[in-house]
């Protein structure tokens, strides 16, 4: 196999094959592999799953695979991060104790709070279809220029501010440097961060893949950007 193709990281947590059957459609070809030498090898990753953030590390470490994810991270390819996956590149987490992430971008993991809205308790894991806003256009947000208010070259390119995504979460990322924020979500009480993009590296708290024809888009623009590496 040469180089030509998105590694689907397999860490054994999470539906792996919607995300690689998403590849699929807008044209990539996507292995999912716990091996470091395809990893190393490919045009792009995808780091994905769902569960316990401490349990993921583990495996991680287990599988030799820490390292590996850190130095693709520089290596200028696209890097993309979904539900865990995105938790799993910051610095720490507070679920269930204190743990360390891969540490890829600064910013810690907590969790969302239970709360009412118009009387209906919102309970936590948040699951189901949220509204994703720019930071700039976000309702509770005072116009912030330090903020990226546009999607423009980012794998939102396309999409609307306000379109909603699909979410299956307890927790979500909290970064020290907000200017990488691409779009803010709201859960009762909760306002947190849904996406970002840092350089080569872009991170989701929704699913795209299961998130309809908006969440297509996000990887018809991930394509664009891989095939500039072939």
Same mark, same amino acid.
């Given at each position: ?22 590849? +699929? ?48 991270? =520089? ?9 865990? @996956?995105?938790? =799993? ?7 269930? @104790? +204190?743990?360390? @992430? ?25 699951? @189901? ?52 924020? =691409? ?14 993009? *840092? ?22 623009? *991930? ?8």
């Amino acid at each position: 196999m040469d180089n030509h193709f998105v590694s689907i990281v397999d860490y054994d947590l999470g539906n792996l094959f919607s995300v690689e059957q998403a590849c +699929r459609k807008v044209g990539l070809t996507a292995v999912i592999t716990s091996s470091a030498d395809k990893i190393q090898k490919s045009q792009a990753v995808i780091l994905t799953g769902v569960g316990a953030f401490a349990k993921a590390m583990e495996i991680l470490t287990d599988k030799g695979l820490v390292d590996i994810l850190r130095d693709y991270s =520089l290596s200028g390819r696209p890097l993309m991060g979904i539900c865990l @996956g995105m938790q =799993l590149l910051m610095t720490e987490s507070y679920e269930f @104790g +204190r743990h360390r @992430g891969l540490d890829i971008i600064k910013g810690t993991v907590k969790k969302l709070e239970v709360t009412k809205q118009d009387k209906e308790i919102l309970k936590v894991p948040h699951v @189901g279809w949220s509204r994703i806003h720019s930071p700039s256009t976000h309702p509770r947000s005072s116009s912030d220029s330090t903020l990226v208010g546009e999607w423009e070259g980012s794998l939102l390119e396309g999409i609307p501010s306000g379109r909603q995504m699909y979410f299956v979460h307890s927790y979500f990322v909290e970064t020290q440097e907000k200017e990488i924020v =691409l779009s803010k979500t709201d859960y009762g009480i909760n306002e947190f961060c849904s996406s970002i993009k *840092f350089g080569n590296i872009s991170a989701f708290q929704f699913h795209p893949e299961c998130s309809g024809t908006y969440g297509l888009k996000i990887y018809e623009n *991930f394509a664009k950007q891989v095939l500039k590496y072939k």
